[in-house]
């Protein structure tokens, strides 16, 4: 057997439908969004707060992952991606056995019509394991990232709880809604990486989150330096270089799409990390890489609505 043939067989573990660059890519655009949040986010948040912090914000960030994961797989996918129950949620069932996940990536209820007539069904050419490890990732880091607005206030304990229940009850919601097939996607509202769907939902979440909990103590608001500024930095390394992952990943497919996103998002995220400390250097005289980072923070999350 010579190597272009190789390529060609068709096996059971080669299909017809598998496009083994559209898989490939989408794996590896899952890794890196899973790399923001573990190791990423987890090693910003313990070194951007104060010391007695570290832990307690590192774990809250490790818990959530490992949590996230759990919880998509025995109910939340499908409730996010599956047949409809409502017109803003699907109907929560496992997403683990063999013969669902080895079949080829559908989002049922993505069924629409075209300007020709034509209706088409959202169909990536990979297996849905795929499918629910991408959105899995995408889960993950948007409940990580609302604990960013507790670090500091929040018991463990309280944490443990509130992210399975959040997830269910809100994560799954906006995601049905605008990209499962949901009542906001047939009225043709379009998020392409998660601008409604994780950072607008994850960052009204996390000031009500914040409001309910209460402010951290007056000496502590007074006084917040992070206890390891180079750490912060590498935390904040893994999160730029991750999202390439985060925008390339949301054609499901490995096409100019995907291309384009991934230059925009690092552009963008170059252009506000530069304009956010030249506002520093204006208004208070010093650059300063807590600014740059949130800059870098701020960009990135800016174009991910619109990266492709």
């Known amino acids: 057997m010579n190597a272009s043939t190789a390529y060609e067989q068709v096996s059971p573990a080669v299909p017809s439908w598998l496009n083994k660059g559209d898989n490939a890519w989408q794996m590896t655009a899952s890794t890196l969004v899973a790399l923001q949040s573990m190791p990423g986010l987890v090693i910003l948040y ?9 832990v307690n914000s590192a774990f809250m960030a490790l818990y959530a992952f490992a949590a996230v994961l759990i919880c998509w797989v025995l109910l939340g996918y499908r409730m996010a991606f599956g ?3 409502l017109p803003f949620w699907g109907k929560g069932a496992p997403a683990l056995g063999q013969k669902y996940l080895l079949t080829r990536a559908r989002v049922p209820e993505s069924t629409h019509t075209l300007e020709d007539g034509t209706r088409e069904t959202v169909e990536p050419w990979y297996p849905m ?3 629910v490890y991408f959105q899995f990732t995408f889960a993950a880091i948007t409940l990580i990232l ?7 206030r929040m018991n463990i304990k309280a944490w443990m709880a509130f992210v399975p229940l959040w997830l269910i009850f809100s994560y799954t919601v906006g995601a049905f809604s605008l990209w499962g097939g949901g009542f906001l996607y047939h009225w043709g509202v379009i998020d392409y990486s998660g601008g409604y769907v994780i950072h607008l939902s994850s960052g009204i979440a996390g000031l009500t989150a914040a ?7 007056k000496s502590d608001r007074e006084r917040f330096p992070p206890n390891n500024v180079l750490l912060m930095l590498a935390g904040a390394g893994l999160l730029w270089m991750g ?8 054609p499901y497919a490995a096409n100019i799409d995907a291309s384009i996103a991934v230059l925009n998002t690092n552009v963008c995220a170059a252009t506000s990390l530069l304009v956010w400390t030249s506002l ?25 609505p619109g990266a492709g």
């Open 243 to 250: 999202w390439s992952g985060f925008n390339g990943g949301a």
């Open 46 to 54: 313990a070194s951007i707060v104060k010391k007695k912090w570290a």
């Open 146 to 152: 609302l604990a960013g607005s507790v670090l500091g």
């Open 280 to 304: 520093d250097v204006v208004y208070f005289g010093k650059p300063s890489v807590i600014g740059a980072v949130q800059g870098m923070m701020t960009g990135l999350v800016c174009i991910t």
């Open 129 to 131: 394991a795929s499918l």
């Open 83 to 85: 047949d409809e129950l």
């Open 211 to 217: 409001y309910w909990v209460g402010p951290r103590l």
